[in-house]
C-alpha cells in the first residue's frame, strides 16, 4: 500500500514537511517523558552545568509539542474541507466517517498495551517511583467501565498519552462549524476572540477548552493569503525558540499553565504558518526517514510511553531500580533511544496491518457517503484530503 501523503509536487513537499514536524514533535515528546514521569535523584551540578542541563530539559518541552499537534491538526483538516465551496450534510458525514477510522482502531490496540504496562509497572516497581500523574494513572483499576470508556476515548487513566486524543475527539466533532466560521472573513475575527476567551477559562487543563484557540488558528493557515513578510522567517526562528523554552523563563512567575498554552499556540501558529506559506523546503523535513516517523507518529505518540514504562521495568528489576535514578542523563538518553527504537517498530507495523488498512476503509466509505464527486468544488489547490485524516 503506498502512503496515505502523496501527493505531487511543491504540494507533496507542503505536505511532508507538515508530516515531517509531526514526527519530529512526536519526538519531542517521547524524550520528554523519558526526563519527566520518573523521580530521578538530583545530582550536584555548579551553576553552569545546571544551566547547560536546563537548556537541554526543556528543549524537550512535551507540552508545547502536544499544542503544536493540535495547530497541525487544525491547519490539516482545514486542507481536506477547503475544497468545498459548502458544508453539506454528505461532507460532513463522509469528514467524521474518516476520522472515526483514523483515531479509534490504534487506540483500542493501544489500550491494550497500556493495560500490560501498568500490570507489569505496578507490580514490579517500588511506590514514589513515578510522577503523581502517573503513579495515579498506574493504580487505576482495571474494569469494565474503565475499558469501555477508553475505548470510547472519554476515560484516559489507562495510557497518559490519550488526553490530547480526548480533546481531538472534541474538536473533531466541531471543526466542519469552526472551518465555516473561519472561511467568513468577518466571522473569523469574532471566532478566533471567542476561542481566545474560552482558552483563558478557569476549566481544568484536561478538559481541554484551552487548546480551542490551536484548533482555530490552525484552521485559519490555509485560509491566509500565501504572501508573507520579508523577515518572516526570522520570525518564525523566534517562534521555534518561544515554542520550546517559554515554560523555562516563566517558571519563577508560577502563572496558571493555560497562559504557557496560549502562548504556544501563538508561536507555533507562527512556525506552522511559514513553513506552509513560504515555499521553503527544509531538506532535513524531506528527507525519507523523518518523513517515515511522521507517518507512523500517531503509534509512537500512542503506545511510547506503555513501552518505556515496560524497558523501565525491565531494566530496574535487571540493574536495579535505585541505580536507574541514581545516574538521571544516562537514564534518560538510553531509556529515550530504547523505547523510539522499539516503539518505531511497533508503530511500523501497526501503520500496515492496522492504521493503513482500516484508514483506507474509511476513506472508501467516506466516499460512498458523498456518493458522487464533491458538490461545487473550488479551484484545485493543495490536494491534502488524505493528508488530512494522517493527524
Given at each position: 500500500?503506498?502512503?496515505?501523503?502523496?501527493?505531487?509536487?511543491?504540494?507533496?513537499?507542503?505536505?511532508?514537511?507538515?508530516?515531517?514536524?509531526?514526527?519530529?514533535?512526536?519526538?519531542?515528546?517521547?524524550?520528554?517523558?523519558?526526563?519527566?514521569?520518573?523521580?530521578?535523584?538530583?545530582?550536584?551540578r555548579t551553576?553552569?552545568?545546571?544551566?547547560?542541563?536546563?537548556?537541554?530539559?526543556?528543549?524537550f518541552?512535551?507540552?508545547?509539542?502536544?499544542?503544536?499537534?493540535?495547530?497541525?491538526?487544525?491547519?490539516v483538516?482545514?486542507?481536506?474541507?477547503?475544497?468545498?465551496?459548502?458544508?453539506?450534510?454528505?461532507?460532513?458525514?463522509?469528514?467524521?466517517?474518516?476520522?472515526?477510522?483514523r483515531?479509534?482502531?490504534?487506540?483500542?490496540f493501544?489500550?491494550?498495551?497500556?493495560?500490560?504496562?501498568?500490570?507489569?509497572?505496578?507490580?514490579?516497581v517500588?511506590?514514589?517511583?513515578?510522577?503523581?500523574?502517573?503513579?495515579?494513572?498506574?493504580?487505576?483499576?482495571?474494569?469494565?467501565?474503565?475499558?469501555?470508556?477508553?475505548?470510547a476515548?472519554?476515560f484516559?487513566?489507562?495510557?497518559?498519552?490519550?488526553w490530547?486524543?480526548?480533546?481531538?475527539?472534541?474538536?473533531?466533532?466541531?471543526?466542519?462549524?469552526?472551518?465555516?466560521?473561519?472561511?467568513?472573513?468577518?466571522?473569523?475575527?469574532?471566532?478566533?476572540?471567542?476561542l481566545a476567551?474560552?482558552?483563558?477559562?478557569?476549566?481544568?487543563?484536561?478538559?481541554?477548552?484551552?487548546?480551542?484557540?490551536s484548533?482555530?488558528?490552525?484552521?485559519?493557515?490555509?485560509?491566509?493569503?500565501?504572501?508573507?513578510?520579508?523577515y518572516?522567517g526570522?520570525?518564525?526562528?523566534?517562534?521555534l525558540?518561544?515554542?520550546?523554552y517559554?515554560?523555562?523563563?516563566?517558571?519563577?512567575?508560577?502563572?496558571?499553565?493555560?497562559?504557557a498554552?496560549?502562548?504556544?499556540?501563538l508561536?507555533?501558529?507562527?512556525?506552522?504558518?511559514?513553513?506552509?506559506?513560504?515555499?521553503?523546503?527544509?531538506?532535513?523535513?524531506?528527507?525519507?526517514?523523518?518523513?517515515?516517523v511522521?507517518?507512523?507518529?500517531?503509534?509512537?505518540?500512542?503506545?511510547?510511553?506503555?513501552i518505556?514504562?515496560?524497558v523501565?521495568?525491565?531494566?530496574?528489576?535487571?540493574?536495579?531500580?535505585a541505580?536507574?535514578?541514581?545516574?538521571?542523563?544516562?537514564?534518560?538518553?538510553?531509556?529515550?533511544?530504547?523505547?523510539?527504537?522499539?516503539?518505531?517498530?511497533?508503530?511500523?507495523?501497526?501503520?500496515?496491518?492496522?492504521?493503513?488498512?482500516?484508514?483506507?476503509?474509511?476513506?472508501?466509505?467516506?466516499?460512498?457517503?458523498?456518493?458522487?464527486?464533491?458538490?461545487?468544488?473550488?479551484?484545485?489547490?493543495?490536494?491534502?484530503?488524505?493528508?488530512?485524516?494522517?493527524?
Amino acid at each position: 500500500m503506498s502512503s496515505v501523503t502523496e501527493t505531487s509536487g511543491t504540494e507533496r513537499h507542503y505536505l511532508h514537511q507538515l508530516t515531517s514536524l509531526r514526527g519530529v514533535a512526536c519526538l519531542v515528546v517521547l524524550f520528554g517523558h523519558a526526563i519527566q514521569v520518573f523521580r530521578y535523584h538530583n545530582p550536584q551540578r555548579t551553576p553552569v552545568q545546571g544551566g547547560v542541563h536546563d537548556l537541554i530539559t526543556y528543549a524537550f518541552n512535551a507540552e508545547a509539542a502536544v499544542v503544536l499537534f493540535f495547530v497541525l491538526s487544525g491547519c490539516v483538516l482545514s486542507l481536506s474541507l477547503r475544497k468545498y465551496a459548502h458544508m453539506t450534510p454528505r461532507i460532513v458525514g463522509s469528514f467524521y466517517i474518516k476520522r472515526i477510522f483514523r483515531i479509534y482502531p490504534l487506540l483500542w490496540f493501544s489500550i491494550g498495551l497500556a493495560v500490560l504496562s501498568m500490570v507489569v509497572a505496578r507490580g514490579l516497581v517500588p511506590d514514589g517511583v513515578f510522577v503523581g500523574w502517573l503513579a495515579r494513572n498506574l493504580h487505576t483499576p482495571v474494569s469494565v467501565r474503565n475499558t469501555v470508556a477508553s475505548l470510547a476515548g472519554v476515560f484516559t487513566r489507562y495510557n497518559g498519552p490519550m488526553w490530547s486524543l480526548r480533546v481531538e475527539l472534541m474538536y473533531s466533532v466541531v471543526f466542519p462549524l469552526l472551518f465555516v466560521l473561519m472561511r467568513g472573513r468577518t466571522a473569523r475575527v469574532v471566532t478566533l476572540l471567542a476561542l481566545a476567551v474560552i482558552a483563558l477559562l478557569p476549566v481544568p487543563h484536561e478538559v481541554g477548552t484551552v487548546f480551542a484557540l490551536s484548533f482555530g488558528l490552525g484552521a485559519l493557515i490555509p485560509l491566509l493569503p500565501g504572501t508573507l513578510g520579508r523577515y518572516h522567517g526570522w520570525y518564525a526562528l523566534a517562534a521555534l525558540v518561544v515554542l520550546l523554552y517559554d515554560r523555562y523563563a516563566l517558571a519563577g512567575l508560577h502563572l496558571p499553565e493555560r497562559i504557557a498554552d496560549m502562548i504556544e499556540t501563538l508561536a507555533a501558529f507562527v512556525v506552522i504558518r511559514d513553513l506552509y506559506a513560504s515555499g521553503r523546503q527544509y531538506r532535513i523535513l524531506l528527507s525519507r526517514p523523518v518523513i517515515v516517523v511522521g507517518e507512523l507518529s500517531y503509534g509512537i505518540y500512542l503506545m511510547h510511553l506503555p513501552i518505556m514504562l515496560i524497558v523501565f521495568t525491565l531494566a530496574g528489576q535487571r540493574m536495579g531500580t535505585a541505580a536507574l535514578l541514581a545516574h538521571p542523563s544516562l537514564t534518560q538518553f538510553t531509556l529515550g533511544v530504547v523505547t523510539a527504537v522499539l516503539t518505531t517498530a511497533l508503530a511500523g507495523l501497526t501503520y500496515r496491518v492496522l492504521e493503513l488498512p482500516l484508514h483506507n476503509i474509511g476513506r472508501r466509505l467516506g466516499r460512498a457517503v458523498l456518493d458522487v464527486a464533491p458538490a461545487r468544488p473550488l479551484p484545485p489547490t493543495q490536494d491534502a484530503d488524505t493528508h488530512a485524516s494522517r493527524i
